[in-house]
T-cell receptor, first 115, second 112 residues
Framework: DSGVTQTPKHLITATGQRVTLRCSPR?????VYWYQQSLDQGLQFLIQ???????AKGNILERFSAQQFPDLHSELNLSSLELGDSALYFC??????????????FGSGTRLTVV | GQNIDQPTEMTATEGAIVQINCTYQ??????LFWYQQHAGEAPTFLSY????GLEEKGRFSSFLSRSKGYSYLLLKELQMKDSASYLC?????????????FGQGTELSVKP
C-alpha cells in the first residue's frame, strides 16, 4: 500500500456519461497530480493541485475538471465521455515544498472503460 | 517544448546487465526520476538524480549528464521479475509547481 488511495478501481460507463474519480493523498502530502495512461501510451500529465489551489495544467480536455478539497483529497471529473477516454487514471501525491524530494507516490489507479 | 525519449522495447537474458537510455529536452529541469511499472499497476519509484554522476542502489544504478540531457538506468543480475516498463521522468521545476513529465516508457523483457 503506497498510502495514496484511489477509488473506484474499475469503472465501466457509456459514452456521453459523467464520472468522478477520487484520490486521497499520502498523509502529509499537500500536492496532488492527475495522470492519464492510455493503452501503449506514456503517462500524460493532466493537472496538479497544491493545498487546494490549481498549480499546473497539462493537456487536460475542457470536458475534464478537477478540484482539491480542504481535507486535501482530490476529485477528477470527466464528462461527455468518449470511447477514447478509456484509460488508466493515476493520482500521485508529493510534499512539494522546497528542496529535492523523492515523494512522488502513485495510487493504484482507476481503470475507466467507456463503452 | 517537452521531449523525453527512450527506446520502446528491450530484451535481455536472466543474470545479464541491461542499460536503458533516456534523453530529454525540457523547458526546465529539477531532477530526473526512474520508475518501474508492471502492466496495469502503479509506477513505483526506483531512483532519482539531480546532480551529474552515478547513483547506485542495489542492483539498480542511474546516471545523469545534465549538459547532454542524458540519463541511463542500469539493471544488473537481471531477474525474471524485472520484466516491466521502465519510465524516465523529468521534474520541470522545484517546489510547489514542479510536476513530473514522463517518457513513453521502455518495455523490458527478461528471457531465461
Amino acid at each position: 500500500d503506497s498510502g495514496v488511495t484511489q477509488t473506484p478501481k474499475h469503472l465501466i460507463t457509456a459514452t456521453g456519461q459523467r464520472v468522478t474519480l477520487r484520490c486521497s493523498p499520502r498523509s502529509g502530502d499537500l500536492s496532488v497530480y492527475w495522470y492519464q495512461q492510455s493503452l501503449d501510451q506514456g503517462l500524460q500529465f493532466l493537472i496538479q493541485y497544491y493545498n487546494g489551489e490549481e498549480r499546473a495544467k497539462g493537456n487536460i480536455l475542457e470536458r475534464f475538471s478537477a478540484q482539491q478539497f480542504p481535507d486535501l483529497h482530490s476529485e477528477l471529473n470527466l464528462s461527455s465521455l468518449e470511447l477514447g477516454d478509456s484509460a488508466l487514471y493515476f493520482c500521485a501525491s508529493s510534499v512539494a515544498r522546497t528542496g529535492p524530494n523523492y515523494g512522488y507516490t502513485f495510487g493504484s489507479g482507476t481503470r475507466l472503460t467507456v463503452v | 517544448g517537452q521531449n523525453i525519449d527512450q527506446p520502446t522495447e528491450m530484451t535481455a537474458t536472466e543474470g545479464a546487465i541491461v542499460q536503458i537510455n533516456c534523453t530529454y529536452q525540457t523547458s526546465g529541469f529539477n531532477g530526473l526520476f526512474w520508475y518501474q511499472q508492471h502492466a496495469g499497476e502503479a509506477p513505483t519509484f526506483l531512483s532519482y538524480n539531480v546532480l551529474d554522476g552515478l547513483e547506485e542502489k542495489g542492483r539498480f544504478s542511474s546516471f545523469l549528464s545534465r549538459s547532454k540531457g542524458y540519463s541511463y538506468l542500469l539493471l544488473k543480475e537481471l531477474q525474471m521479475k524485472d520484466s516491466a516498463s521502465y519510465l524516465c521522468a523529468v521534474r520541470d521545476r522545484a517546489g510547489q509547481g514542479g510536476k513530473l513529465i514522463f517518457g513513453q516508457g521502455t518495455e523490458l523483457s527478461v528471457k531465461p
